[in-house]
């Protein structure tokens, strides 16, 4: 089946450093990626949905100058979590979706990001 | 407003018997219905998925059922195995939309 990267698996920042997560879609071309947070026994929650060259699509309450979402070409996406707090602290899902339908939308390994 | 329910936070069940995860939902546009499984700091991985055109769909151990009179689908893994422990993610979606997710069940097989 289809395969999604994401880079770094686990990061460890400092409050008030910016940190960038990269997602990849490896052996299709991706027409539409989306972020997701999940919190401890919690859904996964959609932070926003980017189409490739153009502005992300943010959720309500998603403050999208703190998160950054670049879709720079058809195979890769990156967020940005920028003067990163605590309460960031997260695991965040990339997925990638290659055609129109929900069943080619594939889902990253997750990124476990921790701000002291 | 939770678009996509899963009302039972989780589920133990004897190796070898059956499993059965529920999921409701309540927007009416959904017209596709996939469930994923998920292990702690992992992505969810994909299982087996259902149109709203059909009502059943059966991937060996796993069969998926859609009731769209009552705006319910149920997963049903049969015989369960101690490898399908793990957190079940029912997901609905609806032509260009992202997916909705709802909180998940964590299933556990019991050897």
């Known amino acids: 089946g289809a395969v999604v990267s994401q880079h770094p698996s686990r990061v460890i920042c400092k409050s008030g450093t910016s940190v960038k997560i990269e997602c990849r879609s490896l052996d299709f071309q991706a027409t539409t990626m989306f972020w997701y947070r999940q919190f401890p026994k919690k859904s996964l929650m959609l932070m926003a949905t980017s189409n490739e060259g153009s502005k992300a699509t943010y959720e309500q309450g998603v403050e999208k100058d703190k998160f950054l979402i670049n879709h720079a070409s058809l195979t890769l996406s990156t967020l940005t979590v920028t003067s990163a707090h605590p309460e960031d602290s997260s695991f965040y899902i990339c997925s990638a979706r290659e055609g129109n339908r929900p069943d080619t939308q594939y889902f990253g390994p997750g990124t476990r990001l921790t701000v002291l | 407003d939770q678009q996509v329910k899963q009302n039972s936070p989780s589920l133990s069940v004897q190796e070898g018997r059956i499993s059965i995860l529920n999921c409701d939902y309540t927007?009416?546009?959904?017209?596709?219905f996939l469930w994923y499984k998920k292990y702690p700091a992992e992505g969810p991985t994909f299982l087996i998925s259902?149109?709203?055109?059909?009502d059943k769909n059966e991937d060996g151990r796993f069969t998926v059922f859609l009731n769209k009179s009552a705006k319910h689908l149920s997963l049903h893994i049969v015989p369960s195995q101690p490898g399908d422990s793990a957190v079940y993610f029912c997901?609905?979606?609806?032509?260009?939309?992202?997916?909705?997710f709802g909180k998940g069940t964590r299933l556990s097989v019991i050897a």
């Open positions: 997901a609905a979606g609806g032509g260009n939309t992202p997916l909705v």
């Open positions: 259902i149109s709203s055109i059909k």
């Open positions: 927007n009416s546009m959904f017209d596709y």
